[in-house]
C-alpha cells in the first residue's frame, strides 16, 4: 500500500504523524502536569501515530510507484476503509449486544467502572455510527466519486489522511468513554480536542471530494454524488454549531457547552435529529443510489423523483428535531414547526425509496436469486418504513406514548439495521470481489445465511422493543377506578425483562450475520478466484454507468 | 425547475453552496429566536448555582453516562405531574450546560429526586441498586465511594461556566476547592459557603463518611439538589411569566 506512494506523499505521511507524536507527548505532559485525564488520551494519540508510522517506514524505500498508475483509479484506501468498517462492525455490535444482555441480568459484567451500563452506551453508538457507519461511507464515497466521475482521486494522500485520521477521531472518542471523558450530549460525546481533529479531518474530505468532481469526465454530476456532498457538508455545519463549548483549560479533557437548557436541548437534537439525516440516511442513500442500480443493472427510474427527493430532504429535515422534545420546555410553537415538518418529510423520503424500488422493476427475478441485490432491496424498504413510523411518531399525541420508551429504540434499530447497515453489507458484497479484481464472493451460501440471519436478528429487535416500548408507555399513564396511577416506575420496569431477553437474542443473531460476513469477504481477499477478471465494476475509459433515466 | 436543475448539477461548487443555504433554513428559523425570544425562559430571581461540589457531582453524573437512562424533563402530561411532580419548567436548567432531558426512561425521571430519598438510600442504592430495589437493573456504583473527589481545578470548571453565562463570582472562583471540601464535611468551617451559596446550601457527610470528600459524596450532592434550585415550577404560572 504504502509503495503505490510517491516518495513526496510518503514524505507528508511522515511529516503528519511526526507532527502526531509530538501532539500526543505535549498532551502526555500537559495532561500529567494538571493530573487530568488528557495524558491518557496523549498516550492514544503518540501510540496511534507510532502504529501507522510502522507500515509506513516499512514501504517508504520502496522504488518510486509506475507512472502508469495514474491511468487506472485509486482503490487502496478503499480496501482498507471496508476491512476497519468490518472490524468496527464487530466491535460496536459485539459491545451493542454485551448491553442488550445488560438490561436483562444488570450483573453481567465486570465489577469496574469502564465496563458499567453508562460508559458502554456510548461506545456501542459511537462504534456502530461512527465506526462503522463512517468508514463504511467514506470508503464507498471514494468508490462512488471516482466511478461516476469516471475520474481518479485527486491526490494519493489526502483519502489516507481522511481515512486513517477518522479512525483517530473514533478511537479517541471510544477510549474517552471508557475512562470516563464525555461531553454527554447524545451522539456528540466526544470532548473538545476530538471535535477540532475531525474538522480538521472533514475540511480535508470536502475538498478531496471537490478536487475529485472537478477531474470529472462525465459533464454531469450523478445523484449519488448529491447525497455524499450534503452528508460531508451538512454534518460539518451540524458538528461545529452543536459542539460549541469552552474548555474549563487547555491542559484538561472538561469543556463546557456553549448553550444551556432550552437552547442547548434544542441544538442538541437539531444536530442529533439531523446526524440521523445526513449521517445516517444521506450518506447511505449516495450508497444505494448507485450499488442497487450497478448490482440490478437497471437505470435509476426517476430523474425527478431523485431531484425532488434530494432536495426534499436537504430542506425538510432541518426542521424536524424539535420533535424530540414535544411536551417539553421547548415553546410550542418550535414544537409544532418540528411535528408539521416531520410529517412533510415523509414524502421526499418516500420518493427517495420508492424510486429505488422502482428501479428494480425488470430485474426482481435478481432480487430472488442475488442475496446481495435483496439486501440492497430488503434496505429500501426498511427505509421507506421507518421513515413512515418517524414521521408517525413525531405527531404530538403518539408521541406523548412513545417518547422516554423502547418505541424509540426499535425505531432507531428499524432504521440502522434494516436501512444502514443492510444497505453497506449489500454494497460491500458487490464491491469487494470488484476491488480484489475476484469473480465472486468466496461464498454465497454465506451471503445468503447472512441475509437471513440479519433480517431474523432486525425483525426480533424491533418487534421485542416495540411491544415493551407500547406496554411501558401504557403502564405508566394507566389510572384505575379511583383515579390514581395503577402501574409504580417498577412495575413497568419488571414487565420489560422479557422483551429485552428477546431484544438480545436478535442482537446475537445480527451480531453472527456480521461475523460470518467478515469470514466470508477475508476468504474472499485471501483466495484468488478462478478468473481474475471484476466483473462488473466500472472501468475508466467506457461509459458503462448507472445514468439517471429522463 | 428540472432544466434550472439539469445545469446547477454541472457545477460542483454551485450545488455545494445550494446545498449549505438550503439546509441552514430550518435550523435558523428554529434556534435563533429562542436566543431573542423573552417568554422562551421564564425569570426566576432566587435561582441559585451549583456549588462547586454539586458541580462535581454532575460531571460525575455526566461521565457515567447517567443521563442515557434517566431523563429530567418531565412533561405537560397529567400522569408525569402525578408520577413526579409539577412539569419542568425552561428556567430550572438555564444554567445547565449542557443539559440533561434525557431522551430515554430505562429507569424514572430523576427532576425532581432532590430530598425524595435519605443520603444513606441513595449512597447504598448506588452502591448496589440490588440491595435497595430488588428488580433495579441499573449499575452498581461501588467505585464512587472509594474515589476521592479531585478538586484542585474546580476554580478553572467555574471560571469556564462563567464564560457561557453563569453567575459565578470572583469569590467562588477563588474558594471553589475549600468550598467543594466543606460542603461535605458538616464539621468544618462552612460559613463562607453558606454566605456564598446561600442559607439553603445543604452541608452534610452525603456518603456518610465525614473524613473523606469522595465521589460518592459529590454525586449525592448533586441527586438531592435536583429540582430545587429553582422554585418556580411550584409558584403559580402568573408570578413567574411576566417580569
Known amino acids: 500500500m504504502v509503495s503505490g506512494l510517491t516518495v513526496n506523499e510518503r514524505q507528508r505521511a511522515l511529516v503528519v504523524l511526526a507532527f502526531l507524536a509530538i501532539l500526543g507527548m505535549a ?16 498516550f492514544v494519540v503518540l501510540l496511534f501515530s507510532l502504529i501507522v508510522l510502522a507500515p509506513v517506514l516499512k514501504g517508504y524505500f ?97 483519502p489516507w489522511f481522511v481515512l486513517i485520521g477518522y479512525q483517530l477521531f473514533c478511537i479517541l ?50 445523484v449519488a454524488n448529491w447525497y455524499y456532498l450534503a452528508f460531508i457538508l451538512v454534518v460539518a455545519i451540524l458538528h461545529i454549531v452543536n459542539n460549541l463549548a469552552v474548555p474549563a483549560s487547555f491542559a484538561g479533557v472538561k469543556s463546557y457547552s456553549a448553550f444551556s437548557g432550552v437552547q442547548d436541548a434544542m441544538t442538541q437534537w437539531w444536530y442529533g435529529h439531523n446526524a440521523v439525516a445526513f449521517f445516517l440516511t444521506a450518506g447511505f442513500l449516495g450508497m444505494l443510489y448507485y450499488y442497487l442500480p450497478k448490482r440490478a443493472e437497471r437505470p435509476i427510474y426517476s430523474y425527478r423523483m431523485s431531484i425532488v427527493g434530494f432536495w426534499g430532504i436537504t430542506f425538510f429535515y432541518m426542521w424536524a428535531g424539535s420533535h424530540h422534545l414535544h411536551y417539553t420546555a421547548l415553546p410550542d410553537w418550535v414544537q409544532t414547526l418540528g411535528m408539521t415538518f416531520s410529517l412533510m418529510l415523509l414524502i421526499p423520503s ?21 442475496a446481495t441485490l435483496r439486501f440492497m432491496m430488503m434496505a429500501a424498504i426498511f427505509y421507506g418504513l421507518s421513515t413512515f413510523e418517524g414521521s408517525f411518531m413525531a405527531i404530538r399525541p403518539v408521541n406523548a406514548l412513545s417518547h422516554y420508551t423502547d418505541w424509540t429504540v426499535a425505531h432507531v434499530h428499524a432504521g440502522v439495521l434494516g436501512w444502514d447497515a443492510l444497505i453497506t453489507f449489500g454494497a460491500f458484497y458487490a464491491l469487494v470481489p470488484w476491488l480484489w479484481k475476484r469473480e465472486r464472493m468466496y461464498s454465497p451460501v454465506l451471503v445468503e445465511v447472512h441475509f437471513w440471519l440479519a433480517l431474523a436478528g432486525t425483525l426480533i429487535y424491533v418487534f421485542a422493543m416495540w411491544n415493551s416500548g407500547i406496554i411501558q408507555g401504557l403502564m405508566w399513564r394507566t389510572y384505575n377506578d379511583s383515579g390514581t396511577l395503577t402501574y409504580s416506575f417498577l412495575d413497568s420496569m419488571i414487565a420489560m425483562h422479557p422483551y429485552y431477553i428477546a431484544r438480545a437474542i436478535g442482537g446475537l443473531l445480527f451480531l453472527t450475520g456480521t461475523l460470518i460476513a467478515c469470514y466470508n469477504i477475508w476468504m474472499t481477499i485471501r483466495r484468488p478466484g478462478p478468473r481474475a477478471v471484476p466483473v462488473g465494476d466500472t472501468p475508466l475509459p467506457l461509459p458503462a454507468n448507472p445514468q439517471p433515466a429522463e | 425547475m428540472f432544466g434550472t436543475h439539469y445545469r446547477i448539477e454541472r457545477k460542483s461548487v454551485v450545488l455545494a453552496v445550494a446545498i449549505m443555504v438550503v439546509a441552514s433554513i430550518g435550523g435558523l428559523i428554529e434556534i435563533a429566536p429562542l436566543f431573542t425570544i423573552d417568554e422562551t425562559v421564564e425569570t426566576d430571581p432566587n435561582m441559585r448555582v451549583y456549588t462547586p461540589l454539586e458541580l462535581a457531582g454532575r460531571n460525575i453524573y455526566m461521565r457515567e453516562g447517567c443521563y442515557a437512562c434517566h431523563s429530567q424533563m418531565i412533561r405537560t402530561l397529567r400522569d408525569e405531574v402525578e408520577r413526579y411532580g409539577p412539569y419542568s419548567l425552561a428556567v430550572e436548567s438555564k444554567y445547565d450546560h449542557p443539559m440533561l432531558w434525557g431522551s430515554k426512561r430505562t429507569g424514572p425521571d430523576l427532576a425532581r429526586v432532590g430530598g425524595k430519598y435519605s443520603d444513606q438510600w441513595h449512597t447504598a442504592h448506588l452502591v448496589n441498586p440490588r440491595d435497595v430495589v430488588p428488580e433495579s437493573i441499573m449499575p452498581r456504583y461501588s467505585f464512587l465511594r472509594a474515589a476521592p473527589l479531585q478538586t484542585a481545578h474546580l476554580g478553572d470548571d467555574l471560571r469556564a461556566l462563567r464564560r457561557v453565562g453563569v453567575p459565578y ?75
Open chain 2, 169 to 243: 463570582t470572583d469569590e467562588m472562583i477563588a474558594n471553589a476547592t475549600a468550598d467543594a471540601a466543606a460542603q461535605a464535611s458538616p464539621e468544618d468551617d462552612t460559613a463562607g459557603l453558606v454566605k456564598r451559596y446561600g442559607d439553603a446550601t445543604q452541608v452534610r457527610a452525603f456518603d456518610g463518611n465525614k473524613d473523606t470528600v469522595t465521589e460518592m459524596d459529590a454525586l449525592v450532592a448533586y441527586l438531592q439538589i435536583l429540582g430545587k434550585l429553582s422554585s418556580a415550577a411550584h409558584t403559580p404560572p402568573v408570578q413567574t411569566a411576566q417580569k
Open chain 1, 350 to 370: 418516500w420518493i427517495a425509496a420508492g424510486n429505488a424500488l422502482a428501479t428494480l422493476n425488470g430485474a426482481w427475478h435478481r432480487v430472488r436469486d442475488d
Open chain 1, 62 to 158: 520502496a522504488p518510486e510507484p509506475p507512472a502508469e498508475r495514474l491511468d487506472d483509479y485509486y482503490d487502496d484506501p478503499i480496501k482498507v476503509g471496508i476491512i476497519l468498517a468490518m472490524i468496527w462492525a464487530v466491535f460496536g455490535m459485539g459491545i451493542g449486544d454485551w448491553v442488550a444482555w445488560l438490561l436483562a441480568f444488570p450483573d453481567m459484567t465486570f465489577d469496574a467502572a469502564w465496563s458499567s451500563f453508562g460508559r458502554l452506551r456510548p461506545v456501542h453508538t459511537t462504534g456502530v455510527i461512527f465506526g462503522f457507519g463512517g468508514s463504511a461511507l467514506i470508503a464507498t464515497s471514494f468508490h462512488v466519486m471516482q466511478r461516476t466521475s469516471r475520474a481518479r482521486l485527486a491526490d494519493q494522500f489526502s
Open chain 1, 27 to 42: 498532551m502526555t505532559a500537559f495532561g500529567a502536569a494538571r493530573g487530568d485525564l488528557l495524558q491518557m488520551h496523549g
Open chain 1, 173 to 222: 472518542a471510544v477510549s474517552g468513554y471508557f475512562i470516563g471523558i464525555t461531553q454527554s450530549k447524545e451522539y456528540a460525546e466526544p470532548e473538545w480536542y476530538a471535535d477540532i481533529w475531525l474538522v480538521v479531518v472533514w475540511v480535508v474530505y470536502l475538498l478531496l471530494y471537490l478536487r475529485t468532481l472537478a477531474r470529472r469526465k462525465e459533464p454531469h454530476i450523478y
